[in-house]
């Protein structure tokens, strides 16, 4: 007797199918964005808004590759990148000798301010301008909006309990 091999209805594949295109579609469109606006990747851009929401400008490299993912050697490599084109100063971690500090620098926090309206014109017309309309639609979209986080909220919780080493977020040695 063989046990049937797992499966997807047709309901299932297809919102598998619509999240992966959803997905591919914006990424596209978005690093396009990136890089005509800011010669910018898409990780660039990630390590540059990450620290651009920090307090102090400021991260240390284990933070931000918990919270991308990518490899810890491909985002070593975006950081020389972005430190060679004077956006980011990395430094030996003053709490870790062993950690490095990526810092924004104000020409970062400018290359940021000149792609940042273009990426949430591209986010609004992409992906929030269809979720707008509904019968109980506020007008603004919010519903369609908040119905999407509470989808995919849950979804990127339970991925993010077993990632991949790159996102895995590390648990610091008690001190």
Same mark, same amino acid.
């Given at each position: 007797?063989?046990?049937?091999?797992?499966?997807?209805? &047709?309901?299932?594949? *297809?919102?598998?199918? &619509?999240?992966?295109?959803?997905?591919?579609?914006?990424?596209? &469109?978005?690093?396009?964005?990136?890089?005509? !606006?800011?010669?910018?990747?898409?990780?660039?851009?990630?390590?540059?808004?990450?620290?651009?929401?920090?307090?102090?400008?400021?991260?240390?490299?284990?933070?931000?590759?918990? *919270?991308?993912?990518?490899?810890?050697?491909?985002?070593?490599?975006?950081?020389?990148?972005?430190?060679?084109? *004077?956006?980011?100063?990395?430094?030996?971690?003053?709490?870790?000798?062993? #950690?490095?500090?990526?810092?924004?620098?104000?020409? *970062?926090?400018?290359?940021?301010?000149?792609?940042?309206?273009?990426?949430?014109?591209?986010?609004?017309?992409?992906?929030?301008?269809?979720? !707008? #309309?509904?019968?109980?639609?506020?007008?603004?979209?919010?519903? #369609?909006?908040?119905?999407? &986080?509470?989808?995919?909220?849950?979804?990127?919780?339970?991925?993010?309990?077993?990632?991949?080493?790159?996102?895995?977020?590390?648990?610091?040695?008690?001190?």
């Amino acid at each position: 007797m063989s046990e049937k091999p797992p499966s997807l209805d &047709a309901q299932q594949l *297809g919102a598998y199918f &619509a999240l992966m295109d959803v997905a591919s579609l914006l990424r596209h &469109a978005v690093e396009q964005q990136l890089k005509d !606006a800011g010669d910018l990747s898409y990780v660039q851009f990630q390590l540059l808004a990450r620290l651009g929401d920090s307090p102090t400008g400021s991260h240390r490299m284990t933070e931000l590759a918990d *919270g991308v993912v990518y490899s810890r050697s491909g985002l070593t490599y975006q950081a020389d990148l972005l430190e060679k084109a *004077g956006l980011v100063t990395r430094a030996p971690s003053p709490e870790d000798d062993r #950690g490095t500090t990526v810092t924004l620098t104000d020409a *970062g926090r400018e290359r940021l301010a000149a792609v940042f309206p273009g990426h949430v014109e591209v986010v609004q017309q992409l992906l929030l301008a269809p979720l !707008a #309309g509904g019968p109980d639609d506020d007008g603004g979209g919010r519903d #369609g909006v908040r119905a999407l &986080a509470e989808l995919l909220g849950p979804v990127r919780e339970h991925i993010r309990t077993a990632p991949p080493r790159s996102a895995a977020r590390r648990r610091r040695a008690a001190r």
